[in-house]
């Protein structure tokens, strides 16, 4: 189960932190992710931590701008947001797969098999 929060309106250029709350025990193997959708279009990978102390992969759109980060002894992943844009409004997904992805698939929303509730994320012009 994931449990995701820390949405909200923000202005152009602002920053928020995503989090998502996993259960299980062995959080430090999942790997995790962030995709983000808007309405009438497909879900978009945002980015992932390969679980294992594997490496965190970004979207070419938002690297550089957000970084994604998990403390697993809280079961937790964060996506930290800054410099925010009018087109990352979308509703955040938190995901997450128990068992090894192969890295090429890291970006397919299909290679994951646990979905949070999404949190919205609107920001102003």
């Known amino acids: 189960q994931l449990q995701a929060s820390g949405g909200g309106l923000v202005q152009a250029g602002g920053s928020l932190r995503l989090s998502c709350v996993a259960s299980?025990?062995?959080?430090?193997?999942?790997?995790m992710a962030w995709f983000r959708q808007v309405p009438g279009q497909e879900r978009e990978f945002v980015a992932a931590?390969?679980?294992?102390?594997?490496?965190?992969i970004y979207a070419d759109s938002v690297q550089g701008r957000f970084t994604l980060s998990r403390e697993n002894t809280k079961k937790t992943v964060y996506l930290q947001m800054e410099g925010l844009m009018p087109e990352d409004t979308a509703v955040y997904y938190c995901?997450?797969?128990?068992?090894?992805?192969?890295?090429?698939?890291?970006?397919?929303?299909?290679?994951?098999?646990?979905w949070g509730q999404g949190t919205q994320v609107t920001v102003s012009s």
């Open positions: 299980g025990r062995t959080f430090s193997n999942y790997y």
């Open positions: 995901t997450c797969k128990t068992t090894r992805i192969i890295l090429s698939n890291t970006r397919n929303s299909q290679a994951y098999d646990y």
């Open positions: 931590s390969r679980g294992n102390g594997g490496s965190t």
